[in-house]
């Protein structure tokens, strides 16, 4: 098994799938122009990519290793290559519905193959940690680019000119050379099987023991949270940039980058902090810090009046600050993650995994769809207010899923010792 070139591939799947699926807020903005629709039917773009993968992960996460992580992951980038095509071919809002559905399918199949084959070229928890961080800290530079790479179609004096579809055969370019990576690398799948798993009864009988351990679904409701708190700043950023700091097409989807930036830096950052400071520390300061950073300076979006020849070094306050919530929100995730599977025999890495796309599927399309309404009653900046209220829970979350941790810990301790005797 050639190890560096197979943790390649997954950085590169993860970052074609990092700008397809953050794009969907600049397709949001997009679609608003060019096709005509308004807010609440836009943001339905959400339940189309986040549907799939909750039931595509329900139906076959747990199946996955009798097909083979690394055929999931090239069968994913067929499907989207596929769609992609189809975008600049057939524009409308229907074909954009399409697009992010094929989207969702195929991030179901790559995001449990790509965090199984984590386990399986990582020896112990902290490997893991810092492979995980990584991957997902690439994921965000994904996100980055994305910014730019969909700019760059939008024509920033006729904004509902369709010329941005274009971007989408670059995507499809970029998924066939993934694919043909992923074909020349080699993976050794025999640790994600075990006798249970090899049958399809089995595979699904090991998702369902899952629900029986008090951490699992203690850390789900955590990942649940997150994921609707960062899916309500990344997907409406652009039109809060847009409709409320009064910037322009283009220079609204350019600045939300920021966010991925932050992200990025807060993720790969975590990596290295995780020697020296606990898990739970580091993940309380986090959301404290986002908390604090959106009283701050959402009020600085207030009032923000339109001018002509706006850039980057004239813009609004608010439009470079509340993005560095990016850097605070970052660690949550991937560490959450990495100690809930490194908790768990690599056979379950599949079947959690499945679980845990399931349930973030569900914490984003939530997120989005509650965000989509605020700002369609209200405006945007009681809608990022509103993100006030799961912050405050995932610290109840975060406190008992450090619990379980701690008492599995202990646990396994004991049988040590006892076995040592």
């Known amino acids: 098994m050639n190890r560096f070139r197979m943790i390649a591939a997954l950085a590169l799947i993860y970052m074609v799938f990092a700008i397809l699926l953050n794009s969907v807020g600049t397709v949001i903005l997009q679609s608003i122009y060019t096709f005509g629709v308004d807010k609440p039917q836009a943001s339905l773009l959400e339940l189309f990519k986040d549907l799939p993968i909750a039931i595509t992960s329900f139906l076959v996460a747990s199946f996955l290793p009798l097909l083979g992580y690394r055929r999931s992951m090239m069968t994913a980038l067929a499907i989207v290559a596929c769609a992609c095509v189809l ?53 965000m530079v994904g996100v980055l680019i994305a910014g730019f790479l969909f700019s760059a179609f939008v024509d920033r004096d006729a904004p509902a000119n369709p010329s941005w579809l274009n971007v989408y055969w670059v995507l499809a370019a970029i998924c066939v050379l993934v694919i043909v990576l992923l074909a020349t690398s080699q993976l050794d799948e025999s640790a994600a099987r075990t006798k249970e798993t090899k049958s399809i009864r089995g595979s699904l009988m090991e998702m369902v023991h899952l629900f029986l ?24 950023l652009p039109t809060f940039n847009n409709e409320i700091l009064k910037l322009p097409n283009t220079m609204s989807i350019q600045l939300a980058t920021i966010l991925a930036a932050a992200s990025a830096v807060g993720r790969i950052a975590a990596g290295q902090v995780l020697r020296r400071m606990p898990w739970y520390a580091l993940l309380n300061l986090c959301v404290v810090g986002m908390g604090l950073l959106v009283m701050l300076t959402l009020p600085l979006a207030h009032g923000v009046t339109a001018r002509a020849n706006v850039g980057w070094f ?47 599927a569900l914490g984003g399309t939530l997120g989005s769809r509650i965000t989509a309404i605020v700002f369609s009653r209200f405006d945007g900046i009681h809608a990022f207010y509103f993100s006030l209220v799961p912050m405050l829970l995932i610290l109840i979350t975060l406190f008992l899923f450090k619990r379980e941790t701690d008492r599995i810990g202990h646990a396994t301790a004991s049988i040590t010792r006892l076995i040592a005797k």
């Not at 351990?213 to 409406?236: D, G, N």
């Not at 560095?324 to 908790?343: F, H, R, T």
Request: hydrophobic fraction near 50%; glycine fraction near 4%.
């Open 314 to 360: 004239n813009a609004p306050m608010a439009a470079y600050l509340i993005p560095l919530i990016g850097l605070l929100m970052a660690p949550i995730y991937p560490v959450i993650n990495s100690v809930a599977l490194s908790s768990l025999p690599k056979p379950s890495h599949a079947a959690m995994t499945g679980l845990i796309v399931i349930f973030s």
């Open 87 to 139: 975008m600049p071919l057939y524009p409308s809002f229907h074909t954009t519905e399409l697009l992010f559905t094929c989207v969702g399918i195929s991030f179901a199949l790559t995001k449990v193959s790509v965090y199984s084959s984590i386990g399986l070229l990582t020896n112990d928890r902290s490997e893991h940690g810092r492979l995980t961080n990584t991957i997902e800290g690439l994921f």
């Open 213 to 236: 351990r008090p951490l699992v679904y203690v850390f789900l409701a955590s990942a649940f949270l997150y994921v609707l708190i960062e899916q309500s700043f990344s997907t409406w």
